[in-house]
């Protein structure tokens, strides 16, 4: 026997806070079903969010630091095979000064000798010019730079219109500007060499337009100047022919390049490598004055040929290694992102197994619920019939 009331329905809210609880259990796990992740919040678990997000960034830091490595490889394969290009030009100059050195000539067939084996140093200083990876030089002034305390043409203070300076190629030393008002030229020297460019049909008038810049290319020197005129951000001031007479750019040496092979501002995820300067003049060859214009000049660059070789071979043996130490950074690294990411998506990652168990469980539920409440409207119809009965 049970008593029949209309005002309050016990029964039934029983069975709707039932409904609501199973309904709010579920969202979760649909959620995790729908973005395949067990963490969508930090509510879902605040001490697994932190590890996850910790296991994110690391597996970030590596993947750059493979496409930071895959560069770097790259670089270093571009100057090795501008140093393979060298060394067959190397063996022909030997091949020459032995020709030379032989009595059999005469000093006017040493003179044409003499034509080729100098054109032959001109080329080596002109694939150590050429071989650079980004704008950067490789194998002369690899890392070479600006010395912006130094250089009084980008002083502060300067009001010359310099907006940016670019290296390529470029030797170490203090540059001096010769650029007198009114000629639209500007000359560039570094004691040694020198060259004369003119900007007469790119200035406007005496100066640089408006809101504009100009290019002062010193291709020979390995220099680019850019000047601004009036309105142009990031610049000093504005240029004006004869504003940078007299004013010197200081181009110290470089320790070559760093490269940032893994994830941490820590030494061992980087490697410093400095490629040596490989054009003629430079330590590694050294053959800048040698000739083969007479029998004895010819033996004596025979000696001196043959140690340009062999350091050659060890500067390409060096490079080599270092390639194979890059490779085998990348396959460490490929292997720390896989074992990284197994790791972060058993702490992140959705457990279909379980939650399709639990979805399963709260529509259940939710199916139950709603007879509950259907078979709880019973006693009300109960009592109406005895109403109108």
């Known amino acids: 026997m049970f008593a029949a009331r209309i005002n309050s329905n016990a029964a039934f809210e029983r069975a709707r806070h039932v409904h609501g609880r199973s309904a709010r259990e579920l969202l979760p796990s649909q959620t995790r079903l729908g973005s395949g992740m067990r963490i969508n919040s930090a509510r879902d678990d605040?001490?697994?969010?932190?590890?996850?997000?910790?296991?994110?960034?690391?597996?970030?830091?590596?993947?750059?630091?493979?496409?930071?490595?895959?560069?770097?490889?790259?670089?270093?394969?571009?100057?090795?095979?501008?140093?393979?290009?060298?060394?067959?030009?190397?063996?022909?100059?030997?091949?020459?000064?032995?020709?030379?050195?032989?009595?059999?000539?005469?000093?006017?067939?040493?003179?044409?000798?003499?034509?080729?084996?100098?054109?032959?140093?001109?080329?080596?200083?002109?694939?150590?010019?050429?071989?650079?990876?980004?704008?950067?030089?490789?194998?002369?002034?690899?890392?070479?730079?600006?010395?912006?305390?130094?250089?009084?043409?980008?002083?502060?203070?300067?009001?010359?219109?310099?907006?940016?300076?670019?290296?390529?190629?470029?030797?170490?030393?203090?540059?001096?500007?010769?650029?007198?008002?009114?000629?639209?030229?500007?000359?560039?020297?570094?004691?040694?060499?020198?060259?004369?460019?003119?900007?007469?049909?790119?200035?406007?008038?005496?100066?640089?337009?408006?809101?504009?810049?100009?290019?002062?290319?010193?291709?020979?020197?390995?220099?680019?100047?850019?000047?601004?005129?009036?309105?142009?951000?990031?610049?000093?001031?504005?240029?004006?022919?004869?504003?940078?007479?007299?004013?010197?750019?200081?181009?110290?040496?470089?320790?070559?390049?760093?490269?940032q092979l893994g994830g941490d501002g820590v030494n061992a995820d980087r490697l410093d490598y400095d490629i040596k300067d490989i054009t003629v003049s430079g330590t590694v060859l050294g053959i800048d004055q040698l000739s083969v214009g007479t029998r004895d000049s010819s033996r004596h660059a025979l000696a001196s040929i043959d140690k340009a070789i062999d350091r050659m071979s060890k500067e390409r043996g060096e490079v080599g290694a270092v390639l194979n130490r890059l490779q085998h950074t990348l396959s460490f690294a490929e292997g720390a992102i896989e074992g990284v990411t197994a790791s972060e998506g058993t702490v992140r990652d959705t457990d279909f197994s379980a939650e399709t168990t639990l979805v399963a469980k709260g529509q259940i539920l939710q199916d139950l619920s709603r007879s509950a409440m259907i078979q709880s409207r019973i006693p009300v119809e109960t009592v109406m019939s005895l109403l109108t009965g």
Do not use: C, W
């Open 46 to 259: 605040a001490g697994g969010l932190s590890i996850s997000e910790g296991m994110r960034a690391e597996i970030g830091g590596l993947t750059q630091g493979t496409r930071n490595t895959e560069r770097a490889i790259e670089l270093l394969r571009t100057a090795e095979s501008a140093m393979g290009e060298i060394n067959p030009i190397l063996i022909r100059m030997r091949e020459l000064a032995t020709q030379s050195s032989t009595d059999t000539l005469n000093d006017t067939n040493r003179e044409g000798i003499h034509s080729e084996f100098t054109q032959l140093s001109e080329y080596i200083d002109r694939i150590t010019k050429l071989a650079s990876y980004n704008g950067q030089s490789l194998l002369s002034g690899f890392g070479n730079k600006v010395n912006d305390a130094a250089s009084s043409a980008i002083d502060t203070l300067a009001d010359n219109g310099i907006r940016r300076v670019d290296l390529a190629s470029v030797d170490a030393g203090t540059y001096t500007f010769t650029d007198s008002p009114a000629d639209n030229e500007i000359t560039l020297s570094n004691g040694t060499n020198s060259q004369t460019i003119s900007l007469g049909s790119i200035l406007d008038g005496d100066k640089v337009a408006e809101g504009t810049t100009i290019v002062a290319n010193f291709d020979q020197l390995g220099v680019e100047v850019v000047l601004a005129g009036h309105d142009v951000a990031k610049s000093q001031g504005s240029y004006t022919d004869g504003d940078l007479d007299g004013q010197t750019l200081v181009i110290e040496e470089g320790i070559g390049g760093s490269f």
